[in-house]
């Protein structure tokens, strides 16, 4: 497999930044559809494929969202074009008949509440990063965040579906450049790094 050049490896990593505001550009449905579109290939275990996207387009489901978290961050959903939750859904087993045929692997998580737990965290966790990283790819930016009142969220938006519960949120445009911070630190291989 040939490496992606730079120019592609900057847009998707290295230049790439969490944006705090947009440009006035709207992003519309089917920029939406195309990102679920790529970020569906990312590999989950099992195929679980246990995130539940809700995409907050219009200014009543923004508003709704933004009376769940922080100060700081309401006014970045409310000014975003898309602000988007990253749900988790621990009753994703149910659908591995269709999306993992291989196997019976509805059984290997049939009664096992906290099994079924940590693996929509950390599944939907890598699905949430691979909307970062195809959005990227498409030409748009985001910026993911935690400060919301989990709580909050899942009753404003999941409380038809309890098996789902927020992951994190982020918001989706055109970044303006202006409202980035300056690079933070990125250490050396060394720093974090072990090879055994």
């Not at 490896?9 to 440009?23: C, E, M, S």
């Not at 975003?80 to 290997?108: C, N, Q, T």
Request: proline residues 6%; charged residues 20%.
């Amino acid at each position: 497999m040939q490496a992606l050049d730079d120019a592609a490896l900057d847009r998707i990593f290295r230049t790439a930044r969490t944006y705090n505001g947009y440009t006035d550009t709207p992003v519309g449905e089917d920029a939406l559809r195309a990102i679920w579109d790529l970020m569906k290939w990312g590999p989950t275990s099992a195929n679980q494929l246990p995130a539940r996207l809700v995409w907050c387009t219009s200014d009543a489901a923004k508003a709704k969202l933004a009376d769940c978290v922080s100060a700081q961050n309401a006014p970045k959903i409310l000014k975003a074009p898309v602000s988007v939750i990253v749900g988790m859904d621990r009753e994703f087993h149910e659908h591995l008949p269709m999306l993992f045929p291989h196997v019976d692997a509805k059984a290997w998580f049939d009664g096992n509440a906290e099994l079924r737990a940590a693996s929509a965290f950390r599944n939907s966790s890598l699905q949430g990063a691979y909307f970062i990283i195809a959005a990227r790819a498409l030409g748009l930016d985001t910026g993911p965040m935690s400060g919301f009142d989990g709580g909050k969220i899942d009753k404003a938006f999941f409380a038809d579906t309890p098996s789902v519960s927020v992951n994190f949120i982020s918001t989706l445009g055109h970044g303006d450049p202006a409202t980035v911070y300056d690079r933070s630190p990125r250490p050396a291989f060394e720093m974090f790094n072990t090879i055994a």
